[in-house]
């Protein structure tokens, strides 16, 4: 697992590559949670991302929360299965997927 | 084939791997492996959390063709304290936000995803058994 981080101003760009899974999911949360400061438009774009489990969801939920405080959060570019990841969990009805 | 680990988070990346190679040799659909992978990650780390109460122990992973079914047989066995993953009520998913846990969503996507999730305990061992068309 990769994430590439691009900030411009208020908006920062996650790109996330290979699998999210119970022993990539911490550092992926390390990477990202702390780059949300003064951020108001976070895009993540999962172009490459292969997969998602539980422990990426867990992630997911918590920059989510982050975001609804201080701006919008934006997932890009998913891969059907990761698509349906977030559907099966109900995610898909408090994430903006594009 | 069979790939015994030690139950720890690190080692679902080689064993990934592991069952990966064979799913790519039954030309296992793209779908299908990454859901496989899923499942994987959801039991394993159970096993890696749960199964041996904060020492360590091991997990053995076989994984098996079902031509007839067109499908794969995978098992997951440890030697840790008796522990039914299934026997637990699914999480609602209609909840908002702010209401939700993760708690029991890897189990959930496991049973949504596989065509047959069975656990039973046998010989001293937790086994879990999934079988999912390729």
């Keep these: 697992m990769e994430v590439l981080l691009n900030k411009d101003g208020g908006t920062l760009v996650a790109s996330i590559s290979g699998r999210i899974n119970t022993a990539t999911a911490p550092q992926f949360e ?13 895009i993540l774009d999962m172009t490459d991302l292969l997969y998602i489990s539980s422990a990426g969801l867990r992630v997911i939920l918590t920059a989510q929360k982050v ?24 995610f898909v009805d408090f994430l903006t997927i594009e | ?25 039954m030309g296992c659909s793209l779908r299908a492996q990454s859901q496989i992978d899923i499942a ?9 959390h749960y199964a041996y109460g904060g020492k360590t122990g091991h ?3 076989s994984v098996e063709e079902l031509p007839e079914e067109n499908a794969v047989q995978i098992t997951i066995k440890d030697y840790g304290i008796p522990f039914d993953p299934l026997a637990h009520d699914d999480p609602d998913v209609s909840l908002g936000i702010h209401e939700r846990s993760i708690g029991g969503l890897g189990i959930f996507l496991v049973k949504k995803t596989m065509n047959d999730l069975r656990y039973e305990y046998r010989d001293g ?6 079988v999912k068309t390729l």
């Design chain 1, 67 to 90: 975001m609804a405080r201080q701006g919008n959060m934006v997932l890009r570019n998913l891969k059907p299965e990761v698509y349906e990841v977030f559907e099966m969990t109900g």
């Design chain 2, 1 to 25: 084939m069979d790939l015994t680990i030690e139950a720890k988070v690190e080692n679902i990346e080689p064993l990934t791997d592991f069952v990966n190679s064979q799913l790519e040799a």
């Design chain 2, 59 to 61: 997990a053995t992973v």
């Design chain 1, 30 to 42: 390390k990477e990202l949670i702390p780059a949300l400061d003064g951020v108001e438009e976070l």
């Design chain 2, 40 to 48: 994987l990650d959801e039991l394993f780390s159970n096993i890696c």
């Design chain 2, 125 to 130: 061992c937790n086994v879990i058994t999934v």
